[in-house]
């Protein structure tokens, strides 16, 4: 009679343990309306078992950075995937081109005169990039030249070897490419000045000017460029004196509009470095202000000059910070 009582005490323990043990379940439609659908993943299909109606535009006058690596995309898709995608070009200088034929599916690269490369790289710097689509068409471009070509690297890396198969391939198993939210890629890099500027106007709107008959100064402008890109994310344009004129300049030697004499002020090993705000710029037919911000050296200055921009004036910091340079400002190591 004891024992039978204390079965059923044990058979009541465990109906009790079983049913809290249910209470505590928890739901499965908890944290969601009941019956909801998860979102569908949009995907594109841009080749299908090798077969794309998807054509690559880059502009015309890319650089030769650029043209190559657009070369090895077309490589890569075809060792990966087994498509032959054709390359056409675009005129973002040209108005009325007859041989630039907008079509619907298009993988856009770098610069082009597509509204869909404008509005993806807008506000982008140097070392940002996207690969995103929109609408139909595939946008692979940074703010700058960097920035494109880390982002040809990715898409050929982190897409299409990732989703083909070369070996594959070689046995005429031809692969597809699928772009989707886990194909997107939306990036923005790191620079020491969040902000820069020449006595209150931004860097990005000035450009380079070397004399034209300097190489020595248009490797300078072109190194001294590659730096500011690179640490405050804007690519200035570099030209020529006597192809360009602007409002905004930073100049590198005896210009056309270099004040006249200083290079011949100079000793072999001294340089100069000025920044002026204009009344008038120096453009003739400009009525508005401008600025300059010359930059001139002796024959065995050049390295000396360059340094001083790098490491006295704009020098790379650990932390982002702001940048503004003051008129009248001058850096020299020239004798008294």
């Known amino acids: 009679m004891k024992l039978t009582r204390i079965l059923a005490l044990c058979l009541a323990l465990l109906m009790c343990l079983a049913a809290f043990a249910a209470c505590n379940q928890p739901d499965p439609d908890e944290g969601e309306e009941a019956g909801a659908e998860t979102p569908a993943i949009t995907e594109h299909l841009l080749i299908d078992e090798g077969i794309t109606e998807y054509v690559i535009v880059r502009d015309y006058k890319a650089s030769n950075a650029i043209l190559a690596a657009v070369n ?26 007859p041989l630039d034929v907008v079509t619907a599916k298009e993988i856009l690269i770098g610069n082009t005169n597509r509204p869909e490369s404008a509005e993806a790289v807008k506000g982008m710097r140097s070392k940002d990039y996207t690969i995103s689509m929109h609408g139909e068409k595939l ?4 703010g700058g030249e960097a920035g494109t070509l880390t982002a040809i690297t990715k898409f050929m890396n982190d897409i299409v070897a990732e989703q ?43 450009n380079m000017i070397y004399p034209k008959n300097s190489d ?40 056309l509009r270099t004040e006249e004499g200083l290079m011949d002020s100079l000793a072999d090993d001294e340089y100069y470095i000025k920044y002026v705000k204009l ?33 006295q004036i704009m020098p790379v910091t650990a932390e982002p910070t702001t940048f503004d340079m003051a008129v009248d400002f001058v850096l020299t190591n020239k004798a008294q």
């Open 164 to 206: 083909g198969d070369r070996f594959a391939v070689r046995s005429g198993e031809f692969q597809n490419l699928v772009m989707n939210e886990k194909t997107t890629f939306n990036y923005v890099g790191t620079y020491s000045y969040s902000q820069a500027s020449l006595g209150g106007i931004s860097i990005n709107s000035f």
């Open 72 to 97: 090895e995309v077309v490589e890569s898709i075809k060792a990966n995937i087994g498509a032959d995608v054709i390359i056409k070009e675009c005129f973002s200088d040209l108005e009325n081109e």
């Open 139 to 142: 946008v692979i471009a940074g």
């Open 216 to 255: 020595d100064c248009k490797n300078f402008a072109n190194e001294l460029s590659a730096y500011i890109s690179r640490e405050t994310g804007y690519d200035l344009n570099v030209y020529k004196d006597t192809r360009y004129t602007c409002c905004y300049e930073i100049l590198i030697g005896e210009t």
């Open 279 to 311: 009344d008038k710029c120096s453009y003739e037919d400009c009525d508005g202000a401008g600025a300059q911000l010359i930059i001139c050296y002796g024959e065995d200055a050049r390295a000396a000059a360059l340094e001083a921009f790098m490491k």
